[in-house]
């Protein structure tokens, strides 16, 4: 546990039994009134967790959040619907808030609905008034096939941000990502925390692609109670920021059988969408992360994805303005040396690979964030259900 926590923030984690081990069950929720702000997926499939949460969303005034792990409860129709709303009217009760003041998410195997006698025997046994919130625990229960739990927490001024995820695989993020709960006690405006956060989402966890898909179950919101005081705005979203690039790279290193992360720096765009466009072009290439798992310094793989973008603004990309760097390495163009390939490989030998591109046609950048592609991924998506 982390030696600093935000203020005024009680919850509870539980086995309901969806899990062979370990707790499938968190709520955290403010003591006092928060100002919130949210994302979602937007996959057409998204679950009855991200309609009831979307909606209630535009208010900003959510105080917490409650998951189940191990079931999305996604495409389980009127069933799924009625018991979304019943899983989140119940802990609000235990909680004493209002069920609109709660994100709910599911996340886990799509297509099976919660098992409620079990769920609801699990929820009456919940502690009521519940206890002060342990982060940690919370973090640990909501995961699927994470390996280890992911918290970060840092400070702005008087106040704490304590930022939980989970998620390792079905990650292409496309305006949330995954589940990711940011919980602090910096006084924060609900508008200014909703332009924030879409700021913060967008260079984090929309930066990040595991296997370039998108979850029907993504969900990301942070909840402020203000029982620190006001911060130093521009001092808060660079905290937001550390926390979730902290995350981010984390899940990143954490992917489905992953055994490196993979950061693509691109330089050089016409825009920051360009960029972005750009790296996840590399960062999603089979090939790139293959190459990358066996240390094989070949840039082919990397041009190849570069040459594939196919937007009007692409056009102006041609071999003749295009430089890719492995680590400090510069393959392209003119890296056939063996001393020079010799290096790239020793760099993508390590834990943490680097691929930098420079467009050469402006000053825009972005960087993005992901893992190579291995036997392990192939395995534990083969046997996913079975």
């Known amino acids: ?43 057409r499939f998204a679950g009855p967790s991200v309609l009831l949460s979307r909606a209630d969303a535009p ?19 009127a069933a799924g619907e009625r018991d979304a709303v019943e899983v989140r009217s119940t802990v609000a009760a ?11 998410a599911s996340t886990g195997v799509i297509g099976r609905p919660y098992p409620m006698d079990v769920v609801r025997t699990g929820l009456a046994a919940l502690p009521r008034p519940f206890p002060a919130a342990d982060l940690g625990a919370a973090a640990a229960a909501i995961m699927t096939t994470d390996t280890h739990a992911k918290q970060c927490t840092v400070r702005v001024g008087d106040a704490v941000i304590t930022g ?33 956060f879409r700021r913060v989402v967008d260079r984090t966890f929309n930066a ?9 179950s993504d969900t990301a919101a942070v909840f402020a109670n203000g029982l620190a005081g006001a911060v130093d705005p521009e001092a808060f979203e ?19 059988g992953a055994s490196k992360l993979i950061e693509v720096r691109v330089t050089g765009a016409l825009d920051a969408a360009q960029a972005k466009r750009a790296g996840k072009a590399v960062v999603n290439s089979p090939l790139v992360k293959t190459a990358v798992h066996g240390a ?21 990309i041609t071999p003749d303005t295009v430089t890719v760097r492995f680590g400090d390495v510069t393959l392209y163009p003119g890296g056939s040396a063996q001393e020079l390939l010799d290096a790239a490989a020793a760099h993508l030998s390590g834990a943490e690979v680097v691929i930098h591109v420079d467009l050469g046609l402006g000053e825009a950048e972005f960087t993005v964030y992901g893992c190579d592609l291995t036997e392990g991924y192939v395995k534990i998506n083969a046997d996913y259900t079975t």
């Open 1 to 43: 546990m982390p030696s600093v926590a935000p203020r005024g923030f009680v919850g509870v984690t539980a086995r309901l039994g969806l899990k062979d081990d370990g707790d499938d069950f968190a709520a955290v929720v403010s003591e006092v009134p928060c100002a919130s702000a949210a994302v979602f997926t937007r996959s």
């Open 59 to 77: 208010a900003g005034s959510s105080r917490g959040m409650v998951v189940i792990s191990k079931n999305a409860n996604v495409a389980t129709g």
């Open 94 to 104: 235990a909680a004493g808030v209002a069920a609109e003041e709660l994100v709910i």
């Open 164 to 196: 939980i995820a989970k998620g390792v695989g079905m990650i292409e993020p496309n305006m949330a990502t995954l589940l990711t709960f940011f919980f602090t006690d910096a006084e924060v405006p609900a508008a200014e925390l909703d332009t924030v």
């Open 208 to 216: 990040l692609s595991i296997d370039t898909d998108t979850s029907t």
């Open 238 to 256: 660079q905290a937001l920021y550390r926390c979730a690039l902290t995350l981010v790279r984390d899940i990143a290193s954490d992917g489905e």
């Open 296 to 316: 094989d310094p070949n840039w082919g793989r990397v041009v190849m994805a570069i040459g594939k973008l196919d937007s009007p603004a692409d056009d102006r």
